[in-house]
């Protein structure tokens, strides 16, 4: 019994111990309206889409539920974001040449037809994320044939 006291108290250190690397947050621009809807004409099923799906790791806001401030998801989450946002940022769209852009929509459109975006790992914890077929199929139809400037 005495050495199980030990290892609670080993885990319990370690637990505490890791609280201490703190990642920074990605909660830099506050303003909601990306670049994105402001250079493509987006219905609003699709900022609707967009926000509840996308902008959490491809966005300068991130809006993190309580559990990401508790060490390691708070750095596994923090990576994903770091990711995401290193491949695209719909914050900041406009900084794409139209090259870029064109080819980002075809990955977007892509992506979600597969189901592959967003995670699956996200969407156990965001049901709000989750779309039907159909919804599937609008939102890649959609993207597949948007313009961009
Ligand atoms: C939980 C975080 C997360 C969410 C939510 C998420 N993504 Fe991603 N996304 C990533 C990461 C991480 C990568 C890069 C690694 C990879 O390709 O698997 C990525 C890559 C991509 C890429 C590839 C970009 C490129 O040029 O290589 C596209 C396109 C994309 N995501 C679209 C979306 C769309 C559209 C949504 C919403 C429907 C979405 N993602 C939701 C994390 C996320």
């Known amino acids: 019994m005495e050495s199980l ?4 108290f080993f885990f319990l250190a370690l637990f505490l111990v890791i609280q201490l690397k703190v990642p920074e947050k990605n909660q830099g621009d506050l ?3 990306t670049s994105f809807v402001n250079n493509v004409d987006t219905p609003n099923n699709v900022k609707a889409m967009l926000t509840n799906a996308c902008y959490d790791c491809h966005s ?21 974001v770091e990711d995401g946002k290193k491949r695209l940022n719909f914050t900041e769209w406009q900084n794409y040449s139209k090259d870029e852009k064109q080819k980002k929509l075809e990955k977007i459109s ?14 156990g914890q965001h049901p709000e994320a989750l779309m039907s077929n159909d919804e ?14």
């Open 110 to 123: 892509n992506l979600i037809k597969r189901r592959w975006m967003p995670m699956h790992e996200y969407l």
């Open 60 to 80: 300068n806001n991130t809006k993190y539920p309580w559990y990401a401030d508790v060490a390691p998801i708070s750095w596994y989450v923090a990576g994903h």
């Open 5 to 8: 006291k030990y290892i609670f």
């Open 31 to 33: 303003d909601v309206v």
């Open 136 to 149: 599937i199929a609008i939102y890649s139809e959609w993207f597949s044939k948007v313009e961009t400037q």
